[in-house]
């Protein structure tokens, strides 16, 4: 059974930085395109990051590009996602989500699970 679990959501003000950090179980994640996506209340969900198995190349939503960084533990089956210069526009439920093969280059839409997701919430 696929689970993905999140974890490091918090509070904190405008210019902080987080790491979230999600827990995989029931595949094999290191053959798996690994990425992070998130809500806001009233806009579609967006994907803003993920990672190539293998290669461990990366693609950024221009959004967090630069400030972001994904990154996977294939050892731990872990994703990270340090996130730096936090603004309050980042304010969003955060997902961890898997792709069924270990190519990206499908984008977004190739993602076929989500965890339950960790809240972040950026204040001014």
């Known amino acids: 059974q696929v689970r993905l679990v999140e974890s490091g959501g918090d509070s904190l003000q405008a210019g902080g930085s987080l790491r979230l950090s999600c827990s995989a179980s029931?595949?094999?994640?290191?053959?798996?395109?690994m990425g992070w996506f998130r809500h806001i209340p009233g806009k579609p969900r967006e994907g803003i990051a993920r990672?190539?198995?293998?290669?461990?190349?990366?693609f950024y939503d221009d959004s967090v590009k630069g400030r972001f960084t994904i990154s996977r533990d294939d050892a731990k089956a872990e994703l990270y996602l340090q996130m730096n210069n936090l603004k309050p526009e980042d304010t969003a439920k955060y997902y961890c989500?898997?792709?069924?093969?270990?190519?990206?280059?499908?984008?977004?839409?190739?993602?076929?699970?989500w965890g339950p997701g960790t809240q972040v919430t950026v204040s001014p």
């Open positions: 990672v190539w198995a293998t290669s461990g190349n990366t």
């Open positions: 029931g595949f094999t994640f290191s053959t798996s395109c």
């Open positions: 989500a898997r792709a069924p093969s270990g190519s990206c280059a499908n984008g977004w839409r190739s993602f076929a699970f």
